[in-house]
């Protein structure tokens, strides 16, 4: 008894790997032509492009972002709540002097993201 629909799929699966592997390496192939190309200038929004998204302290989205004199970026309540234990900047330990001014770019960035 010989079961001839396994050796028939079998088979069919290693040419389609065959090709699967041929057209991964043709998209390979490709691929690496447009990395050169993809060096775009984004002048319009570079600013934007470097704002963190989350908080540092508590990994979520922000909530009342403040920024810190050494440019970190937190929630309100996490900064305070890290300052009333630790005087320094979570982030880069520099002195934060207790300094948080609202975020606005993020802030602002928010708002349009919530449209
Ligand atoms: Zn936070
Ligand atoms: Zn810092």
């Given at each position: 008894m010989h079961d001839r629909g396994d050796y028939k799929s079998g088979w069919q699966m290693e040419r389609e790997w065959d090709e699967a592997e041929k057209m991964r390496k043709r998209n390979l192939a490709l691929g690496e032509d447009d990395v050169d190309q993809t060096e775009e200038d984004d002048d319009d929004d570079d600013e934007e492009g470097s704002?963190?998204?989350?908080?540092?302290?508590?990994?979520?989205?922000?909530?009342?972002p403040v920024v810190t004199k050494c440019n970190h970026y937190f929630c309100e309540h996490c900064a305070l709540k890290h300052h009333s234990k630790n005087?320094?900047?979570?982030?880069?330990?520099?002195?934060?002097?207790g300094i948080f001014n609202t975020a606005h770019e993020i802030r602002r960035r928010m708002a349009a993201e919530d449209k």
């Open positions: 704002l963190p998204f989350a908080c540092f302290i508590c990994r979520q989205p922000f909530v009342d005087k320094k900047c979570f982030v880069c330990d520099k002195p934060t002097l």
